[in-house]
């Protein structure tokens, strides 16, 4: 099974491919992926960010991991594009839940938890 990217969402920014963040930027995007050859989509949720935006999020004894975070250096939406639709492509699996959970390294999953839940 394969997916294909549907649509890029963000509930902070109305338009995405014009937007023209200074250098340290960051904003939350969703990612809706759906099946080729079947209707339907599934939301994963990514931080898009400059690297020291995200640094000037933690305080100096914070750790955190870079999970569900996509790094750019600066704001291309283009580049991003190009970035999702090639990881999406480039994932295959059996069933579409392997498939969502492959995908979940790029966006947190809508259904990551739940997963989690019926394996433990």
């Not at 099974?1 to 904003?27: C, Q």
């Not at 600066?74 to 969502?100: M, Q």
Request: net charge negative.
């Amino acid at each position: 099974m394969r997916a294909k990217l549907r649509y890029l969402h963000s509930t902070d920014i109305d338009d995405l491919e014009n937007w023209t963040p200074g250098p340290d930027f960051g904003v939350s995007i969703q990612i809706l992926v759906g099946p080729i050859d079947a209707e339907g989509e599934e939301s994963f949720q990514v931080t898009v960010c400059s690297p020291r935006w995200f640094a000037e999020q933690m305080s100096e004894t914070e750790i955190r991991s870079g999970h569900h975070v996509i790094f750019m250096l600066e704001y291309n939406y283009r580049r991003l594009l190009a970035f999702i639709e090639h990881a999406i492509h480039r994932t295959e699996a059996a069933t579409w839940s392997e498939l969502g959970a492959k995908l979940s390294w790029l966006g947190q999953w809508e259904f990551e938890e739940y997963r989690a839940q019926l394996e433990s």
